[in-house]
């Protein structure tokens, strides 16, 4: 069992930037994939960055890549999500999720590869 519990979120201009973290409870953190989730209001979840157990191998919708960055520390059970040049089409609820060991990339992509998800935290990105 894991727990997650993020926190970072907030209200931002357009162009600026906040980072979100997810503390995991539990020994065996190192042993699962993360992913970064978001909900806008109407909207299905949708996937935002993943990562590899030891933090090889990144995984980013297209829409982010290049302005968010998902990283972890496997000695805090915390992973993070940077998120620079925010703009308002970010605005949603952020959820982290947790993955027993993933072994096809895509795979990543996917909620339903997901055990576990925290409560999610709230993004607004005012223009």
């Known amino acids: 069992q894991v727990q997650l519990v993020e926190s970072g979120g907030g209200l931002v201009q357009a162009g600026g930037s906040l980072r979100l973290s997810c503390a995991a409870s539990g020994h065996t953190f190192s042993s699962y994939g993360m992913g970064w989730f978001r909900q806008a209001p109407g909207k299905e979840r949708e996937f935002v960055a993943g990562?590899?157990?030891?933090?090889?191998?990144?995984y980013y919708t297209d829409s982010v890549k290049g302005r968010f960055t998902i990283s972890r520390d496997n000695a805090k059970n915390t992973v993070y999500l940077q998120m620079n040049s925010l703009k308002p089409e970010d605005t949603a609820v952020y959820y982290c999720?947790?993955?027993?060991?993933?072994?096809?990339?895509?795979?990543?992509?996917?909620?339903?590869?997901?055990?576990?998800w925290g409560q999610g935290t709230q993004v607004t990105v005012s223009s």
């Open positions: 990562i590899s157990r030891g933090g090889g191998n990144t």
């Open positions: 999720a947790a993955s027993p060991p993933i072994y096809y990339s895509s795979s990543y992509f996917r909620s339903g590869s997901y055990d576990y």
